[in-house]
Nanobody, 118 residues
Framework: QVQLVESGGGLVHTGGSLRLSCAAS????????MAWYRQAPGKQRDLVAL???????NYADSVKGRFTISRDIAKTTTYLQMNSLKPEDTAVYYC????????????WGQGTQVTVSS
């Protein structure tokens, strides 16, 4: 089992920055991919960015050049640096961990609210 706890959300103005953190505990050795998703009211949960155990990253087109995903050396904490924030970035942001074993369900954090005011 893996437990994920997000932090760092809040209210910012357009153009501002926030850094989200996701602390993982438990069987972290089983984690293959860490990712951030977001869900705006009335919309589906969408992938924002991911980072593999090898350090490869991928981003949604809407955040490329503005957001950066990273992990600490111990791979216990994953970050999402968000710059040049826009009102359309407003959502609940969720941390996700994918297990190496594809038969296991992904792990999710409780979510953290990010609100960007215009």
């Amino acid at each position: 089992q893996v437990q994920l706890v997000e932090s760092g959300g809040g209210l910012v103005h357009t153009g501002g920055s926030l850094r989200l953190s996701c602390a993982a505990s438990g069987s972290i050795f089983s984690i293959n991919v860490m990712a951030w998703y977001r869900q705006a009211p009335g919309k589906q949960r969408d992938l924002v960015a991911l980072i593999t155990s090898g350090g490869s990253t991928n981003y949604a087109d809407s955040v490329k050049g503005r957001f950066t995903i990273s992990r600490d050396i111990a791979k216990t904490t994953t970050y999402l640096q968000m710059n040049s924030l826009k009102p359309e970035d407003t959502a609940v942001y969720y941390c996700n961990a994918e297990d190496y074993d594809p038969s296991r369900n992904d792990y999710w954090g409780q979510g953290t609210q990010v609100t960007v005011s215009s």
